[in-house]
């Protein structure tokens, strides 16, 4: 069987070129990794997410235990004992007028002091101290805006 002619304007043979189709187990196998794909990515950021707290909803959470979780609050005064052969610091954060027990080994932030909003990143147990595996100490703002005084 001879091809298909067709005849262009200019006069020109041209022959009518059949349509390639893409095989069936290439869409199957392109199905196949997108699926995989979007798995791994939606298993990775379920694995490492962090949930974040308040100390009251930390004190009322039922499931934390399993999990690891972040808590903000402001360190209290008088509370900070630091162990210099250990390396380790344990202090109490406090928010909304409940507190919550911290211990943390590693290098303290510099700016680490009593008043301070810290974040604690680690695991409760329900009973006992926090423990604390990042303890990041959040800057006070450069740009807040200045109160004026009365002259």
Do not use: W
């Not at 004992?81 to 928010?95: G, L, P």
């Amino acid at each position: 069987m001879q091809p298909a002619l067709n005849v262009s304007t200019d006069g020109q043979k041209k022959t009518a070129q059949p349509r390639k189709r893409v095989p069936f187990s290439f869409i199957l196998a392109g199905i196949a990794i997108l699926g995989a794909m979007i798995y791994l990515v939606y298993a990775n950021t379920q694995s490492s997410a962090v949930y974040y707290l308040t100390v009251p909803e930390l004190h009322h959470c039922a499931d934390c235990v399993a999990r690891s979780v972040r808590v903000s609050g402001i360190v209290e005064k008088n509370t900070i004992k630091r162990n210099d052969q250990t390396q380790s610091v344990s202090f109490s954060i406090t928010d909304s007028n409940q507190t919550l027990p911290v211990t943390y080994s590693g290098v303290v932030p510099d700016i680490f002091k009593p008043g301070v909003q810290v974040v604690v990143e680690g695991h409760y147990t329900g009973s006992g101290p926090f423990e604390a595996q990042t303890l990041l100490a959040k800057c006070p703002s450069k740009f807040q805006s200045a109160t004026p005084t009365a002259k």
